[in-house]
């Protein structure tokens, strides 16, 4: 797998591991509030929502750590696997997203640029 897949899907890796550490630990900061939401209002009663979201972005993105160290560490076939797959899961995560919610494009577009840059080195 070349060097530009592996950049960008370690890229997005980074930002969903901070994306979700942001939402499930420090979202009852306004600050954080404003750069998830665009609202600096709270809704308690989506916490349990928005803790299954925090984790499954922390998740993610190890996932594709996990999987560039796999392709550094002798399993290349589960390596090239795991990036592929969770940069397409990715990609189309944020196109449902971007659709559903279209003024959260940032999200949507932070969400899945760096795996459709992945995507698309990876056919090079």
Same mark, same amino acid.
């Not at 925090?54 to 993105?61: F, T």
């Not at 996932?63 to 696997?81: C, I, M």
């Given at each position: 797998?070349?060097?530009?897949?592996? &950049?960008?899907?370690?890229?997005?890796?980074?930002?969903? +591991? &901070?994306?979700?550490?942001?939402?499930?630990?420090?979202?009852?900061?306004?600050?954080?509030?404003?750069?998830?939401?665009?609202?600096?209002?709270?809704?308690?009663?989506?916490?349990? #929502?928005?803790?299954?979201?925090? &984790?499954?972005?922390? @998740? +993610?993105?190890?996932?594709? $750590? $996990?999987?560039?160290?796999?392709?550094?560490?002798?399993?290349?076939?589960?390596?090239? $696997?795991?990036?592929?797959? @969770?940069?397409?899961?990715?990609? &189309?995560?944020?196109?449902?997203?971007?659709?559903?919610?279209?003024?959260? #494009?940032?999200?949507?577009?932070?969400?899945?640029?760096?795996?459709?840059?992945?995507?698309?080195?990876?056919?090079?």
């Amino acid at each position: 797998m070349n060097v530009v897949t592996q &950049v960008f899907a370690l890229l997005a890796a980074v930002i969903h +591991i &901070v994306v979700g550490t942001l939402e499930r630990f420090f979202y009852d900061r306004p600050a954080i509030r404003v750069f998830l939401t665009t609202s600096a209002a709270d809704a308690p009663e989506v916490t349990l #929502w928005r803790s299954g979201v925090a &984790v499954y972005n922390i @998740l +993610i993105g190890l996932g594709l $750590a $996990a999987g560039t160290v796999a392709l550094h560490t002798g399993d290349e076939a589960a390596g090239r $696997a795991l990036v592929l797959y @969770l940069c397409g899961f990715l990609v &189309v995560s944020a196109a449902v997203f971007a659709l559903s919610f279209p003024r959260l #494009w940032r999200g949507a577009l932070g969400q899945g640029l760096a795996p459709a840059v992945a995507l698309v080195a990876a056919l090079f």
